[in-house]
């Protein structure tokens, strides 16, 4: 961190740490990913918040800590919504313009965009099937 801004001016283990615990605090307590969540985590959060340092550790400094498949981790979840992925980058980049500088937030919200797009691609993209689901007009 640099000490006068008080913000993160380079990407560490500590400052994903940080990050990280500060996000899901928000999200937690934020009404449209708050119950999704707590369904999938329940009183599991400690493990939660380790598999996103070390994801993020990955994402961001390249560790290679991470291992796990995000998108099987998702397609699991009732309730997941293409939508939803907005207000999870509107959390983020909250959270990053909060705690970073400009060079750091940019950084993190060029990864957690893609991440996003590959998400949402993974769980929702059918070429064959439309999104949303139609309903089917009686005529």
């Known amino acids: 961190m640099t000490p006068a801004a008080g913000r993160m001016d380079h ?3 500590d ?3 940080l990050l990280v615990d ?3 605090t928000k999200v937690r307590a934020d009404s449209e990913l708050g119950p999704i969540f707590e369904r999938a985590i329940k009183d599991n959060w400690p493990h939660h ?4 340092y070390a994801f993020w550790s990955s994402v961001m400094l390249t560790s290679g800590r991470y291992k796990g498949n995000p998108v099987i981790k998702h397609m699991a979840l009732p309730g997941m919504q293409p939508e939803l992925f907005t207000r999870w980058l ?3 980049d909250e959270t990053c313009r909060e705690l970073c500088d400009d060079a750091i937030r940019d950084a993190y919200k060029e990864k957690a965009e893609r991440i996003a797009e590959s998400l949402k691609l993974a769980l929702f993209y059918r070429p064959d099937r439309p999104w949303p ?5 009686a005529s």
């Open 15 to 17: 400052g994903i740490r």
């Open 133 to 137: 689901p139609q309903a089917s007009s």
């Open 11 to 13: 990407v560490s283990e």
């Open 49 to 52: 918040l380790e598999k996103m």
């Open 90 to 92: 509107a959390l983020f």
């Open 22 to 24: 500060t996000f899901y």
